[in-house]
C-alpha cells in the first residue's frame, strides 16, 4: 500500500533482485513473451517485503513509546479533539515528550488546533517526519496531506485502514514518553487497526458531555474497550458548566464584600450569589447538565478523570491554532486539563503495578 506520493518504492528501489536482459539496458524491452506469473510472485514478494518492513517498524515504535493512550468518542461533537490536544499540551508542559496521533482520517481537526493547518508532511527516503507543533509536540494528520482543507477524503475501509498502518509504521516517531491517539466518533475500524498494529496499549480514555444522548454512546465506547481487553483509563465530561463571574464595586470603585448580587443569566433569567471578601462574585450554570459522566463511570465500573467547564475561549482558540492552555496557563480550564492529567497519570501507575503483578 503506497497511499503517500512517494513512500511507496519504486520496483527500481526494492531491495528485490531485477533481471536485466544481457547486454541490454535496463528498462529496453525484451524480445521474449512477458512471465506473467513472474511479474504476479514479483509483486507479491515485494508487498510482502514492505508488510514485513511496517510490522517491524511497529514493533520498535511500540518499544520506543512509554505509554500510548487512545482517545475516543461515543458521538461526534462532544470535544475529543479538544481534550486529545488538551491532554497532549498538559502533558507537555511538565517536561514530558509527546507526540499526537491523528487517526480522523475523513475529519482531522488536530493541525488546526495546534495552528499547524498549513503544514506538509516531510518525507525523507521513504520516512514521514513527524510536524513539530506548540511545546515540541510531534504531530501526524491526514490533513498534512490535503491540498485543500475542504477536501474530502473518500476512501473505502481498506485504504483507511493501510494509511492509518503507514502513520503508525512509516513515521519517525523517535523515543517518546506519551502519545496521544486521537480517533474518529465511534466504534469501528479505525480502533481496531491500531490495537491490532500497535502492541502495549496503556488504554482508552472516553470523552463525554453530560446529556443523556452522548452517554448513550459513550457506554457503548466503553464496552467496547472493554471487548478488546483494552483498559478503560477513565471517563472525561467535557462542557460541564459554564461560569460566570464578576466584581461588585460600590460608587467609588471599591470592591463590596460578603454582599448578595442579581446577575442576569442567559435566557433573561435572575439569579444571585454572594461576594467573597474581595467583592468577587461567581456561579456555575449546568447548562448541558452536570454529573452524568461520573454517574456512567461509576455504574460501569470504571474510573473517572474528572471534568472540564464549558469554556468559550477553547472555541475561539481551537479556531486560532493558540489552544487555551497556552494562551492562559493559569486559567480554569488550563487548571482542569492539569486535574485531569493528575488523574490519568494515577491511572497509569495502577496498571503498572497490575502489570508487575501479573508477570510475577
Known sequence: MAFIGGLGKSMTESPISHHTPKGGKPDAPSTDKPDAGSAQQQKEMEAAYA???????????????????????????VG???????LALSLASRGHSVG????????????????????????????????IGPSGIKVISMAFLLED????????????????????????????DFMIID???????EPLTVTQSLSDIDGMVIVTTPQDVALMDSRKSINFGKSLKVKILGVIENMSGYTLQGRALDDS??????????????GGKKLTSTTDKD?????????????????TAADLEVPYLGKLPFDPGIVRGCDDGVHRILSEPEGDSAIAFSKLV???????????????LKII
Open 183 to 189: 480517533f474518529p466518533p465511534g466504534t469501528s475500524d
Open 279 to 295: 467583592g468577587n462574585w461567581s456561579q456555575t450554570l449546568d447548562i448541558f447538565k452536570v454529573g452524568g459522566g461520573e454517574d
Open 253 to 266: 470603585g471599591n470592591p463590596v464584600p460578603n454582599t448578595v448580587v442579581e446577575f442576569m443569566a442567559p
Open 149 to 176: 482543507e475542504d477536501t474530502p477524503v473518500v476512501w473505502r475501509g481498506p485504504i483507511k485502514l493501510g494509511a492509518i498502518q503507514q502513520f503508525i509504521g512509516d513515521v519517525n516517531w523517535g523515543e517518546l
Open 100 to 131: 499526537i496521533l491523528d487517526i480522523d482520517i475523513t475529519g482531522p481537526n488536530v493541525p488546526k488546533m495546534l495552528g499547524l493547518d498549513k503544514s506538509r508532511l516531510d518525507i525523507d527516503q521513504g520516512r514521514i517526519n513527524p510536524t
Open 342 to 356: 493528575d488523574n490519568l497519570l494515577l491511572e497509569l501507575d495502577k496498571s503498572g503495578a497490575e502489570t508487575s
Open 51 to 77: 508488510n514485513m518492513k511496517r510490522k517491524m517498524a511497529m514493533q520498535k515504535m511500540a518499544e520506543d513509546i512509554k505509554h500510548k493512550i487512545m482517545v475516543l468518542s461515543g458521538k461526534g461533537g
Open 80 to 86: 475529543k479533539s479538544t481534550v486529545a490536544t488538551g
